[in-house]
């Protein structure tokens, strides 16, 4: 979860205010405990604690969404109350937090402004410059931030993909300019910098799943994550070419995809089908999308894995299709979810065993990781968003990419930049606070 504070001249800016799932509180004890111990250290949400800023919150300028994953804009909902400023947002994403809000009662009572990203952004002494990126939701965006002791670029999420089926390619172009001007720092995504080579594009995914389901027989049911509007949209292509209708199941799945269409991210000519009509077709005209791929239990997924949904049921010779990871910490859970299935009959592959791309990752591996310090150049690399081997790994390349300066460190920590740079160790008192058991 990601909640970063930029400060200058006695104002702070606040980008990104996001959520972890099924996290513990106290990571340090929780790695100590034992396995019970460690389950009973488990919350269903936490957030950051933001009670350093909400302390001095005449001082926060505002806050930036840099794109609509929960883990960006999660602890909106349940933070604003303490930080009272005003939201920033591109459209797609502040239709996700106003869909948000109004499931707390929030709607209208949150300041919330939706940008447009061609315009700059002054909020106190801070100019923000939206800057299209490429990752795995649709409006993705890093940020120039400047003030006039310099220039930080805030990477966010982000990975290099030339063929993203949703939104633009990858402007290298606009990356490469950025060197043009001196960058004190780039804080950035080390959430594959142990993986070398490039990131899968989403177009080699969509060919990937269109050769894995081309010749499948039986109802085919997808899982992947409701937010990659771009992997939805890959599928319902599949869909028409393979001739089946396309259902969605599951409430994450419908909610995105209805705002995909409210923000004119669908294409028309992709019409889905009603999912309580697909239990009537015959099974090789059905492809149903389903969230639950980690495995949690009241997701569709697992209701079809115990012949408890209400609307559909599975049967020997269906297949179901991991369009996603399984995420560390969920491996038991999908692989009871698995057992189940495969005791019905129901073919499984998970992307990790599939020999064509059925998943791309939306963060930057190795090499994409060094092309952006070749093109930025920032005097110091400040490596985010990862456990310590990705942010050391992360370090690692920008030295290797010619980046003088690394800062690695904690949540908590404070790294001044500018005029003397310099850190300050567990400045900030950054723990965690629960939202829901
Ligand atoms: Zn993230
Ligand atoms: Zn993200």
Not at 98 to 118: F, S
Not at 146 to 174: C, E, M, R, Y
């Amino acid at each position: 979860m990601n909640l970063n504070l930029y400060g200058h001249d006695g104002q702070w800016l606040m980008v990104d205010c996001g959520v972890s799932f099924n996290a513990p509180l106290d990571p340090v004890a929780s790695e100590t405990a034992d396995g019970e111990g460690q389950k009973d250290n488990l919350y269903n949400v936490v957030a950051p604690d933001p009670d350093f800023i909400v302390k001095q919150r005449d001082a926060l300028a505002g806050l930036v969404l840099t794109h609509a994953h929960e883990d960006h804009l999660g602890a909106v909902p349940y933070l604003w109350p303490r930080l009272r400023c005003p939201v920033y947002a591109t459209p797609f994403t502040a239709e996700v937090l106003r869909r948000k809000l109004a499931q707390v009662g929030l709607d209208g009572k949150v300041p919330l402004i939706e940008v447009n990203a061609d315009v700059l952004l002054q909020l106190g002494p801070f100019t923000v410059r939206w800057l299209a990126i490429t990752h795995s939701i649709p409006d993705p965006f890093a940020l120039h931030i400047s003030t006039p002791a310099g220039n930080v670029l805030h990477t966010a999420d982000w990975k290099i993909d030339a063929q993203p089926v949703t939104g633009k390619p990858f402007q290298h172009k606009l990356y490469q300019s950025l060197g043009e001007t001196p960058i004190l720092g780039m804080v950035g995504d080390s959430t594959n910098a142990l993986k070398p080579g490039m990131s899968v594009s989403e177009r080699s995914c969509f060919d990937g799943l269109f050769a894995t389901i081309q010749p499948l027989t039986g109802r085919v049911v997808v899982s992947c994550f409701a937010s990659n509007i771009a992997r939805l949209i890959s599928l319902a292509r599949v869909a028409k070419k393979t001739n089946r209708y396309m259902a969605l199941v599951g409430r994450s799945l419908t909610n995105m995809y209805s705002i995909a269409k409210s923000q004119g991210v669908w294409p028309e000519d992709l019409v889905l089908a009603d999912v309580n009509h697909m239990g009537y077709l015959p099974p090789h005209e059905v492809l149903l999308v389903a969230t639950g791929s980690q495995g949690e239990p009241r997701a569709a997924l697992s209701r079809l894995a115990l012949d408890n949904h209400p609307q559909l049921e599975l049967s020997a010779g269906d297949h179901v299709v991991f369009s996603s990871i399984v995420i560390p910490g969920n491996e038991d859970a999908v692989n009871r979810l698995l057992q189940r299935l495969k005791g019905k009959g129901v073919h499984t592959l998970l992307s990790e065993d599939s020999a064509l791309p059925i998943h791309a990752s939306g963060h930057p591996c190795a090499e994409e990781l060094k092309l952006m310090y070749h093109w930025v150049k920032p005097e110091i690399a400040i490596p985010v968003h990862g456990e310590n081997a990705h942010i050391k790994a992360h370090c690692t390349i920008a030295k290797n990419s010619g980046v003088r300066k690394t800062y690695a460190g904690n949540n908590g920590d404070l790294y001044r930049l500018s005029p003397q740079a310099g850190i300050r160790r567990q400045w900030v008192k950054a723990g965690r606070i629960p939202i829901q058991k």
